[in-house]
């Protein structure tokens, strides 16, 4: 089984980037996903997720605006957007897929928000 997540870097507050996840080792189409994120210092946040069939999404309210989680059950990979970036944004973000008792994280993206 493997979560590899990329698409992470350094961008200026207000900018963009697009965060990957690709799957493998699993049948993905069946798993929800999920994005979590860890801050320096700070314990690992939930950001959001995407159910299997990807027509219901949830993302915390302090990104919900900002950030669009989305996959392709076709190409076995999950997507967080994110807009508007803020230096508050600047963490690890992790990919994680769930099904029942069943899970897997990926090895985490570093985002870093800053000018």
């Known amino acids: 089984v493997q979560l590899v997540e990329s698409g992470g870097g350094l961008v200026q507050p207000g900018g963009s980037l697009r965060l990957s996840c690709a799957a493998s080792?699993?049948?993905?189409?069946?798993?929800?996903m999920a994005w979590y994120r860890q801050a320096p210092g700070k314990e690992r946040e939930w950001v959001g997720d995407?159910?299997?069939?990807?027509?219901?999404?949830h993302c915390r309210n302090s990104v919900k605006d900002r950030f669009t989680i989305s996959r392709d059950n076709a190409k076995n990979t999950v997507w967080l957007q994110m807009n508007s970036l803020k230096p508050e944004d600047t963490a690890v973000y992790y990919c994680y897929a769930q099904r029942g008792s069943i899970s897997y994280w990926g090895k985490g993206t570093l985002v870093t928000v800053s000018s």
């Open positions: 080792g699993f049948p993905f189409s069946i798993y929800s």
């Open positions: 995407i159910n299997s069939d990807g027509d219901n999404t």
